[in-house]
T-cell receptor, first 113, second 114 residues
Framework: DGGITQSPKYLFRKEGQNVTLSCEQN?????MYWYRQDPGQGLRLIYY???????QKGDIAEGYSVSREKKESFPLTVTSAQKNPTAFYLC????????????FGSGTRLTVV | GENVEQHPSTLSVQEGDSAVIKCTYS??????FPWYKQELGKGPQLIID?????GEKKDQRIAVTLNKTAKHFSLHITETQPEDSAVYFC?????????????FGTGTRLQVTL
């Protein structure tokens, strides 16, 4: 079955550490996105990528980095520069052409300990 | 950029009643409006969407209406059931032939009581 897979489901990070969240899709979608979800604030865009080897900052990119070396993969690194990284992170993908809804992964809950 | 406002933030209805969630958007160029349902601990799932060339769309108990002049759109759920309990998000985007970039509302927590 086609879908989008995020791992791990739960992740704990110590202060000052970088961590990488995985996102893989087998939908043959060109575009991929990372959103952060905090209670009462909806979904905020961190980074997005429309094609391989290209990506753009979203509304809250500070303290995060991404790469897009393969069409299927769009990993997100939460760096030590991110002041408040505890949140639920969602990865999504969509077709490039036209205007269609996203397919979301099941999310990664990151907690700083 | 686009700004999407969503109301109410919480909504409680009795089973069998109707539920309405409203959203407004700021950019008149937006032309695609999806709605997502998110259950606890899961990613959002697309439940219905509407494009700017259509005023209303229905899918069984779910309908969405769009008023382009007023720049608002609404989700209507009829004959609500306990499994409708979830957080619902509206979104808006401008599609120009490249990948859309959705702007989301802040969500509505719907509770359907027995």
């Amino acid at each position: 079955d086609g879908g989008i897979t995020q791992s791990p489901k739960y992740l704990f990070r110590k202060e000052g550490q970088n961590v990488t969240l995985s996102c893989e899709q087998n939908l043959n979608h060109d575009a991929m996105y990372w959103y952060r979800q905090d209670p009462g604030q909806g979904l905020r865009l961190i980074y997005y990528s429309q094609i391989v080897n290209d990506f753009q900052k979203g509304d809250i990119a500070e303290g995060y980095s991404v790469s897009r070396e393969k069409k299927e993969s769009f990993p997100l690194t939460v760096t030590s520069a991110q002041k408040n990284p505890t949140a639920f992170y969602l990865c999504a993908s969509s077709t490039q052409t036209g205007n269609y809804g996203y397919t979301f992964g099941s999310g990664t809950r990151l907690t700083v300990v | 950029g686009e700004n999407v406002e969503q109301h109410p933030s919480t909504l409680s209805v009795q089973e069998g009643d109707s539920a309405v969630i409203k959203c407004t958007y700021s950019d008149s160029a937006s032309n695609y409006f999806p709605w997502y349902k998110q259950e606890l601990g899961k990613g959002p799932q697309l439940i219905i969407d509407i494009r700017s060339n259509v005023g209303e769309k229905k899918d069984q108990r779910i309908a969405v209406t769009l008023n382009k002049t007023a720049k608002h759109f609404s989700l209507h759920i009829t004959e609500t059931q306990p499994e409708d309990s979830a957080v619902y998000f509206c979104a808006a985007s401008i599609g120009t032939g490249t990948a859309s970039k959705l702007t989301f509302g802040t969500g509505t927590r719907l509770q359907v009581t027995l």
